[in-house]
Structure formats: C-alpha cells, structure tokens
C-alpha cells in the first residue's frame, strides 16, 4: 500500500510538475488548438479500473503528454480566439496551488478568518481599481464576494430579488404568485436557467427586444413588459441588463434601464461577464455608466483578468437584503463571532455553504501585475481586436457586423451564410487558430476573441491570413 506522500516527497513531485506545466506552456504554440482525435479516444486509451497499487508522478506525468493533452482544446494557445477568453496566468496558478495545499474551508469567518477578510479586502481593491459605486465597498451597505461563476450570481441576485419582492414571504413560503425576470434577447443563457432553478420557470423571463443597430436592450420594450405583467397582476422581480453580451460585445443602457427599475421597484443585476475586466482602464469605464442604479453587479476575474477559473466577482448594494435571503444558521454552525455581528460569513452569500479560498490567486495576481499590469493587458486585446478589425474591413469580401469596443471582432464574409460556415470550418480545421460563430440578426457571423497573455500581433495576423487565404477559395473574384 502506498503511504502518504511525504513533504519531501511532494516537493521533489512538486519541482516535476511546475516543470510540466511550464514546458507545456513553453510548446503551446506549437501544438494544434483543437484535439485532432475522435470521441471516445481518451476514454477508450484509459484503463478500465483504477490501479490496485499506487503509481509515482513520473508515471502520471508521462500519461498527461501521452493521453490527456493531444486530447484537449487548449484555451491559453495563443491561437485560441474562441468564446471568451478563460484564461489564467502564473501567478494564479501558484495562487491556486496554495489554496490547495492550505485546504481552507472558507464557510465562515470563525473556519478561516483570513480567508474571509482576504476577500473582502480584495473585492474592495477592485471596487477602488475599477471605479465601481461607493456603495459596493464593503464599508458602505454593499460589499463583495468570490462566486465560482457569473451564472451562480444571476442565480443569487435572482433570489435576492425574489426575496424583496416578496417582501419577505419567498424566504419562508417559497413562490406565492407569478414572479417576473426580464433580459434581452442577447441575455446570457444563465438568465433563464436561474429562473429555472429559482422556481420561476422559463416561462417566468421575459425576453426583451433590443435595437437591432446595437443589439442593446430597448428600454421601451422593458417599460412595456413590466407595465403589461403589473396589469395581469404578476410581479416584476429582477431585470438582468449585460454589459457585453456573449454574441457581440454589445451593452445595455445602464442609465434607461436603472431609472425604469427604480420608478417599479425592480430588483437591477448587471451580468459583465467579460466586458466587466475593461473598467480597469479609465478610457473603458464609459461601458459602466448607470451602474449607480445596480443592486447587484459580476465580472468574471477568469475571463479577461488573467485569474484561473473559478473567479467570479460579485457585489451588492445592500448586503443585509441578501444575507437575510439565504442565512440558515444549523447549531452546528453556531459561534461567537458570527454572533457577534462583527464578521462576514460568506456562506450566507451564496448557494452552497462551503467555499474555497480563492482570494489568493486573486491576490497573487493583483501584487504580480499591479494595476499598470492588468491595464496593459487590458489594452493590448483591445489593440489586437483592432488590428483585426482593420483588415476586415479593408476586404471587400468580409463585413463586420457588430461593434468592437472590446476585445471581441465580429465578422462574416459577404458571400453569405454558407460561405461564412465553410470558412470558420476550414480555418479551424488547420489547428493553428480557433474562432466560434454566432448570429447577429439571425445571420451566421464569426467571432474572433483575444485574450491569451501569450498572443501577439503575429498571432492575430497569422489568423488573418488563415482567413484571407480560406475566402480566396470560397469567394470568386
């Protein structure tokens, strides 16, 4: 039987594997983006049970080059342009390794005080480094938490929202009538699961029309849904407005949407997902004006913010609202300090109780790049979704068709639906980049995203000539 793994020894396994990792990261550029084997292929290349008797390292690292890694669409390659970029970075790897070894059980703040208030110092960090309103700081009403996912913050704001509009009711009888949710057409689909899981049902969200020049929400069509669902006698319980949206970058208007919100009495969640990471830069702040009228707000630190998945970062205007929402205090959990009134317990933030410490890659990540740090990085995808964007529109076989304040080109080629299909396939199918689709009013239109750390403007523009080289062949002079 193999014993446990001894401090020495797991520092000699430890040395083999950060070597691992930084000889694959050292290569990615050299391998194909996407897995170039069948399904079922790693499954089938694995054993059908586990091992009788313990392995060492060595063994398991020559399995990940072997078997895991040809089997992988690999998200940090500085040709992955698909999505949104999920990316991470060293520092928050050795953050998350101390997060491991550590085994913090972060439920309370009686379980781990300084992870609780890492965290809360670090959401306040971000609030100051972002321009984020004074009532999300944990010193005024509001304050901020690590959730593992923008979906799991709709979901919460969703029941928070349900909470209030209830008027405390739902915290105790659960739904006593039809509760509404509102979000665009270009809403993230998230929206409508938390629905799902809340009890609403998908028939609880109402879909708002945008404007079809910027695929933002029309704020007439919100007025017009709520007053129509007041006049059935069906309340109005949350709008989620987005701040880029998952198809094309596009953002809600704030400023409309949270003076409707406030004159009905509506609960205002804004989903930044992505475009959220930009405000670090003051030039791209304009994208969060209105942001006063939020009662909620999340961007995920692992999309453009170089932080490892989970990292979602979520606040509210008003904690009390929401700890009230979802405390449940088993004598289990009992304690002085949670008594005491003077900590936070972030259990009472979020669905499950127990949490990881995940402030650390975050704060790894903030004291490695420093705000100059995360703004140059910021600023570069922007420049490279710019240079991109220049090329198509200089080619007449292509047309862009959304705006890119962001990182984020949108494009198809003018030949139409079938062409443009044809020309993501092919491109995709050399390995050297990935891009996924879309459609933008109901056109299939291509989305390049920029986001890795390791790419750079030979990246972009070798993506480009992939593209211009597929278009001489499907497009006819």
């Known amino acids: 039987m193999a014993a446990h793994m001894t401090p020495e020894e797991f520092r000699r396994a430890g040395y083999a594997v950060v070597d691992w990792i930084a000889e694959y990261w050292s290569t990615l550029g050299e391998r194909p983006v996407t897995s170039q084997d069948p399904p079922g292929t790693v499954a089938a290349a694995l054993p059908p049970t586990a091992p009788e008797r313990g392995e060492p390292v060595d063994a398991v690292l ?52 300084a992870c609780t208030e890492l965290e809360t110092v ?46 405390g009711r739902w915290r105790t009888d659960g739904l006593d009538r039809r509760y509404r949710s509102y979000t665009s057409t270009q809403g993230h689909s998230s929206i409508e699961k938390a629905a799902r899981v809340a009890g609403l049902g998908a028939e609880g969200v109402r879909v708002v029309e945008v404007d079809p020049a910027s695929q933002t929400m029309d704020p007439t069509a919100l007025r017009a849904a709520i007053e129509a669902d007041l006049a059935a ?51 791209l702040r304009w994208a969060h004006a209105g942001l006063e009228h939020a009662d909620s707000y999340c961007f995920d630190a692992h999309k453009w913010l170089l932080t490892g998945f989970d990292c979602d970062l979520f606040w509210v205007a008003d904690r009390a609202e929401l700890v009230e929402a979802l405390t449940v205090m088993p004598e289990y959990l009992r304690n002085a300090a949670s008594e005491s009134g003077a900590v936070i317990d972030y259990r009472d933030w979020q669905v499950p109780l127990g949490r990881r410490f995940r402030a650390l890659k975050l704060w790894f990540v903030l004291r490695w790049y420093g705000a100059e740090g995360l703004r140059a990085h910021i600023r570069s995808g922007v420049a490279l979704a710019d240079r991109f964007a220049a090329r198509v529109a200089e080619d007449d076989r292509f047309e862009l068709t959304a705006a890119h304040p962001f990182s984020l080109v949108c494009f198809r080629l003018s030949a139409g639906d079938e062409a443009s299909a044809e020309l993501l396939r092919r491109v995709n199918a050399t390995g050297r980049v990935h891009l996924t689709h879309t459609r933008v009013a109901g056109r299939y239109t291509l989305r390049l995203a920029v986001g890795s750390p390791s790419t750079t403007e030979a990246h972009v523009d070798e993506a480009w000539q992939l593209l211009s080289s597929a278009a001489d062949e499907l497009v006819a002079p």
């Open 62 to 113: 020559a399995d990940l080059d072997t078997l895991v890694t040809p089997g992988l669409t690999h998200w940090q390659h500085p040709g992955f342009f698909g999505y949104f970029p999920a990316n991470t970075s060293g520092p928050s790897v050795l953050g998350d390794m101390v997060s491991s070894a550590l085994g913090v059980q972060g439920m309370l703040w009686a379980t781990g005080p």
């Open 122 to 167: 670090m959401l306040d960090w971000l609030a100051e480094l972002m321009d984020l309103p004074q009532r999300f700081r944990s010193t005024s009403t509001g304050g901020g938490v690590i959730q593992d996912s923008a979906s799991s913050a709709t979901l919460v704001a969703t029941l928070a929202a349900l909470h209030r509009a209830s008027k």
């Open 233 to 283: 006698r069906d309340v109005p319980a949350i709008v989620v407005a987005t701040v880029g949206t998952t198809s094309t970058t596009a953002v809600d208007p704030l400023p409309e949407i949270g003076a409707i919100c406030a004159e009905y009495g509506v609960w205002l969640h804004v989903d930044a997902a992505y475009a959220g990471a930009a405000a670090v830069c003051p030039e």
